[in-house]
């Protein structure tokens, strides 16, 4: 026991050294982290607001069903629970011919103009919300067969549009997660790389007097997690101050017209996620760089 912390104390002792010592290359890998996980992070919060904006969007193309001028006030009322009920509707919410009108004549300033228009020039109508977009076709034709409706009308081009944007913003930004995450992991290996080079001399020795993979490789191993927490830190730190100050820039330009997710709502998300990739990067790129010179 007192031997495992003895040598956990040399790891960690060795690591620290090691970074203090090849200062200019444990900084330089320190901006890689920051810069990749900078980027990435940007990509993420634009993805996460896109696809805010275009719920948004989804939640206002609502499907406009008309009630059959056959149907009295109660039937009318009575098909609510009926269209509730179809799959894929989450709520409906009925219109009276007097809303309706009401909501007519407000689109216009001179009201005079329409006095003598009366309620029952309007139908009954419910909105109704539906719960995945993709679907709004298919719900659009199951209202259709409801015994009393009598007719559906729905964008369907713009819910057709609103699905392709989704599902290519969010196809874009695994792709450019991956590549970044790839670049990443490539360019840490070779910067400690590099580091390992200059100690390759020492390496051979350790070799010569018997040590094993293990102890020559988890020096290395904390270095790189210590390299990658730093840089996760550091980047988180900086991506939550530019999202600040870019939210704010949006919210001055575009008066209130576009709100931006609060980064305190993924705060936790963003963290936990930095804080593995830059510990794995750093780990991931410590062992790859070391791959070579403990060959036998």
Request: aromatic share 10%; with cysteine; hydrophobic share 50%.
């Given at each position: ?71 009295s006030d ?16 989450t ?125 020559i490789r ?38 209130g ?40």
């Amino acid at each position: 026991m007192k031997l495992s912390r003895n040598r956990t104390g040399y790891y960690i002792k060795e690591g620290v050294s090691s970074i203090f010592t090849h200062g200019l290359m444990s900084f330089a890998s320190v901006c890689i982290i920051v810069a990749f996980l900078v980027i990435m992070g940007s990509f993420v919060l634009i993805a996460l607001n896109i696809n805010a904006l275009v719920g948004e969007l989804e939640s206002e193309n609502i499907i406009l069903v008309y009630v059959h001028e056959g149907l009295s006030d109660s039937e009318a009322r009575a098909l609510g629970p009926v269209l509730r009920s179809t799959p894929n509707v989450t709520d409906v919410m009925f219109i009276t011919r007097e809303t309706a009108m009401d909501s007519f004549i407000g689109r216009y300033e001179d009201r005079e103009r329409f006095k003598d228009v009366e309620p029952s020039w309007f139908r009954h109508r419910y909105e109704v919300y539906v719960d995945d977009v993709a679907r709004i076709a298919e719900t659009h034709l199951a209202l259709s067969t409801v015994y009393g409706v009598g007719n559906v009308t729905a964008n369907l081009r713009v819910a057709q549009m609103l699905v392709s944007m989704r599902n290519i913003v969010s196809v874009v930004s695994i792709v450019i997660a991956g590549v970044l995450l790839a670049i990443a992991l490539f360019i840490m290996s070779n910067t400690i790389k590099l580091a390992t080079f200059e100690r390759r001399e020492e390496i051979s020795i350790m070799r010569m007097v018997g040590a094993t993979n293990s102890f020559i490789r988890w020096p290395f191993i904390c270095e790189g997690f210590i390299l990658g927490t730093v840089g996760s830190m550091s980047s988180f730190t900086l991506l939550w101050a530019l999202y600040r100050v870019a939210a704010d820039r949006v919210i001055d330009f575009e008066m209130g017209l576009i709100t931006l997710i609060s980064f305190s709502n993924v705060s936790w998300a963003m963290f936990i996620l930095f804080a593995a990739i830059g510990v794995g990067v750093g780990v991931g790129g410590s062992g790859m760089a070391l791959n070579k010179y403990l060959k036998v």
